[in-house]
């Protein structure tokens, strides 16, 4: 497995955790929202990565892969969904304390965010290692 991909795989772990102990802490006291904040923070610096390092490279692979294509432009759909529930969620609780909804919310992203990840890691992660590190060799 590769470096990129190990690195990766630890970031979704520590996403999920880290939404985990946000569902734990709630959103009622400013400590809670400053680590809801944070972990805003930590999705956007992993998209910013996964972008940079895993997107662009199969984007590459992609001119001349009709399959990797394929796979790319699902992703691309069903990231859009994803986007907006993780934009919702950090919207409505990261900068005030709207605990109406936050258990719901944040139940409806953990399970978004963690269905994501498992197709990553299960589809996109070994066409990453097949056509582009392989490429590479």
Do not use: W
Not at 42 to 60: C, M, P, S, V
Not at 72 to 93: C, G, P, Q, Y
Not at 107 to 118: F, G, N, T
Request: negative net charge; proline residues 1%; glycine residues 0%.
């Amino acid at each position: 497995m590769s470096t990129t991909i190990d690195a990766m795989r630890a970031e979704h772990k520590l996403l999920v955790d880290h939404l985990s102990k946000a569902k734990e802490l709630g959103c009622y006291t400013p400590a809670a929202r400053e680590f809801i904040y944070k972990v805003e923070q930590e999705f956007k610096d992993h998209l910013k990565k996964e972008d940079a390092e895993l997107y662009r490279a199969l984007h590459q692979v992609a001119k001349t892969d009709t399959y990797t294509k394929n796979v790319l432009e699902s992703f691309a759909r069903e990231l859009d969904a994803v986007t907006k529930d993780v934009v919702n969620f950090f919207e409505a609780h990261a900068k005030n304390s709207n605990h109406e909804h936050f258990e719901k919310d944040i139940v409806h992203l953990i399970a978004s965010v963690e269905a994501r990840i498992v197709k990553e890691e299960h589809l996109l992660y070994p066409l990453y290692e097949k056509r582009v590190e392989k490429a590479a060799q």
